[in-house]
């Protein structure tokens, strides 16, 4: 059986069979999930890339799990992964390691992690761990014993993981609201949870209490975490809040950037000026809150830093040896823009 072979089983290119074996984008989720099947079922295994690499290369794995939550096959041009993936490349290239990507289907997870690994054509792996479980690393782990995981933590593993400090960023947000004068404050969700975000959530609700402002559940709204265009979900949850005779909060959180620039968005079809009727701020300046008008107030986070840690983490332990494992937080760092103003003062008593 060749990749020949499963190209004309799944009527498709032989290109795309590649593409959907390396993990690589360029077909669409549908494609990649229609080929993987055909050859999961005839039991094709695809030549290890080790093989087309000469000898005496260096080379690392990024890894990334897929799913239709928070990281999508086209998670190379999601902003946040995007500007993560080409920090690591310039610290590989500078460390003189070849950056090897492969991507794993969550709901196929246990098959596929092994075809991954089955023969080893990398000295270790960087795995972004933005959705998966504390399971799914051990097993990871189990099998490449050199990694370090990225954007999550789990601090019982014996396992090097590079994460944000969520708590931190999100406490400046309230913090900066609350110093603004707002008092009536909303808190959007994102509707698929991740570590990430219960963090985030934990720290924003840290600085509210130490001002004793309270979140009603009634300003406590939830959309999706990937729409960068406005949300027939939030301007409807909006709607039904301003029903009952209720005032809007003076200003909003946002889990992510993408919900900021959903929301303010949304607000503008709405007719609601955006800060001078509400503030809204955001979570990990993704270059789009540049472009949003008004520029977004957000938290930056450091991803060239993180890329730097865990390419260095890692080639540390492939060339010198396993010793102390490593969990590293980084902090992040509050960004002013003008998506954020004092409240006015007719809205003061909400």
């Known amino acids: 059986m060749k990749m020949e072979d ?11 069979v590649s593409l959907a074996f390396s993990g690589k984008p360029g077909i669409s ?16 295994m695809p030549k290890s890339r080790a093989s087309h690499q000469k000898k005496g290369d260096k080379a690392l794995l990024f890894l990334v799990c897929t799913s239709s939550g928070i990281v999508f096959e086209q998670y190379d041009q999601q902003p946040f992964f995007k500007s993560l993936i080409y920090f690591i490349e310039e610290n590989c290239r500078q460390k003189g390691y070849k950056l090897i990507f492969s991507t794993v289907n969550v ?18 792996a960087i ?5 998966l479980t504390r399971w799914q690393i051990e097993e990871i782990h189990h099998i ?19 994460g944000i400090n969520n708590r931190i960023g999100a406490y400046q947000a309230g913090a900066h609201l609350c110093q603004l004068g707002h008092t ?58 301003l029903s009952d005779d209720r005032q809007l909060p003076t200003a909003w959180f946002c889990e992510c950037d993408y919900i900021a620039i959903s929301a303010i968005k949304t607000l503008t079809e709405m007719g609601i000026k955006v800060p001078e009727e509400c503030s809204v701020i955001g979570f990990d300046n993704i270059n789009e809150s540049l472009i949003i008008t008004p520029e977004l107030t957000t938290i930056h ?32 760092r509050f960004v002013e823009r003008k998506s954020c103003a004092l409240p006015n003062p007719r809205d003061l008593n909400n």
Do not use: W
């Not at 490449?144 to 590079?162: A, G, R, S």
């Not at 004793?212 to 949300?231: G, K, M």
């Open 127 to 131: 795995v972004l761990g933005t959705n």
């Open 107 to 124: 709901e196929f997870f246990e098959e596929e992690i092994k075809h991954v690994f089955e023969e080893k054509y990398s000295d270790g």
């Open 144 to 162: 490449m014993p050199n990694l370090v995981v990225l954007d999550t933590c789990f601090d019982t593993l014996p396992v090097q993981f590079i």
């Open 6 to 16: 499963i190209a004309q089983m799944a009527n498709v290119s032989k290109s795309a």
């Open 184 to 241: 009536s404050i909303g808190y959007i969700a994102s509707n698929v949870r991740i570590h990430n975000f219960e963090e985030r959530q934990r720290g924003f609700m840290e600085a509210l209490e130490e001002f004793q402002i309270d979140i009603p559940t009634s300003r406590r709204l939830s959309v999706a975490p990937t729409i960068l265009s406005s949300q027939e979900s939030l301007k409807k949850q909006l709607t039904e809040y």
């Open 29 to 44: 989720p549908e494609t990649r999930e229609h080929i993987l099947q055909i050859a999961h079922q005839v039991g094709y």
């Open 301 to 332: 986070v450091e991803k060239e830093r993180m890329a730097e840690l865990a390419v260095d983490l890692l080639t540390k332990a492939i060339e010198t040896g396993p010793k102390m494992q490593s969990k590293i937080t980084v902090d992040t």
